[in-house]
């Protein structure tokens, strides 16, 4: 049984098609830099946002107008699982990723709750057998339920705790029966609304005991992946540990975790912290940490995760160059932690929408490939920072020099000549990449 009947296999066609169920610039089988787009994309498909949501919002109910919306309980689990795999088909996603609760309904107990995870889970599997698309990582919700009101690992109640443990142990069996390639750790609830009732300490030492616990569970089942933290800063707590991928980075140093984590990092949560998505990517880049995108973007009027489809050429552009600089994504990918707007309810909106996204990405991808080529940044920053390849410099840099040296060279310095940083000349090189290479000028 189809359940989206209306639309057949989408294809690439090239920027002049008319057709809205083509892409437009994505085609998976070009090659840049001897790579195919496939391959250096890496796109995935959120089973929360695309099956599971259903267009609700804190004022409102529900919009989305979903052939499965009949149906209930186990049922609607398995619809989904069909629905979704006909969508990674027909979309020809290689990845998808979820929570344990997106697949398969909550039971009355732990063990029910199981039960049903195997029932799907074994569903997913026998779909997974005949189909290219992979599971890029899979995760345990502690944030939905009640009883997460006080956190997951870092709940005040032990019980919590414990629960969450056993939910995380089972995530993680999960993950290795599929073949995940990576597993993911958001801490939704991590972290305070208030410090008068909080013993903060405390909280991050038992996080931190959680993912030890958790490093050592997925070595005892032969689960070999990165695990990967996504930082948010806010949301639903209004504090969390996990503010940004530099608090992230001095946490997992300081519990020596940083083997065995990366970051999972999100548009739309750097904007919440205060930064670019480049920034979070370039934070985690230099750092060695980069593992995966959730691809989104935010709206700069809203105050909170919109989780957008990625549709900014700019940020995008400037996100796969950070992408490419770190030499591509390894066992990562491009995961739309994206919703079709409330508005746009139709079962087609989940096609035009991963269209919009993997178009955009396309661009980004083949604009910042050229700005490497050229070296149109790096050509200015090599030049910028040459004053350390030589001379004082170089004895910074090498660690050759000391406050006394410095203070006598400074001492004999008649004037200190300063560049011009040329941001606008850099950015309108960029524009000029972006317009030319959309437009063909530049190939
Ligand atoms: C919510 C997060 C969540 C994670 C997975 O803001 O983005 O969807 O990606 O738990
Ligand atoms: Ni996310
Ligand atoms: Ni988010």
Redesign the pocket.
Known sequence: MAYFETVNTIKYEGASSQNPFAFKYYNPEEKINGKTMEELLRFSV?Y?HTFTADGSDPFGAGTAIRPWNHLSGLDLAKARVEAAFELFEKLNVPFFAF?DVDIAPEGSTLKETNENQDVIVGMIKEYMKTSKVKLLWN?A?MFTNQRYVHGAATSSNADVFAYSAAKVKKALEVAKDLGAENY?F?G?REGYETLLNTDMKLEQDNLARFFHMAVDYAKEIGLNVPFLI?P?PK?PTKHQYDFDVATGLAFLQKYDLTDHFKF?I?AN?ATLAGHTFEHELRTARINGMLGSV?ANQGDTLLGW?T?EFPTDLYTNTLAMYEILKNGGLGKGGLNF?AKVRRGSFDAEDLFHAHIAGMDAFAIGLKVANKLIEDKVLDGFVEERYSSYTSGIGLDIVEGKTNFRELEAYALQLNEIKNQSGRTERLKGLVNQYLLETLSGARV
Do not use: I, P, R
């Open positions: 959120a929360w929570h995760t919700n993911v958001w939704g996504e948010k949301e999972n999100e949560h959730d995760d989780d932690d």
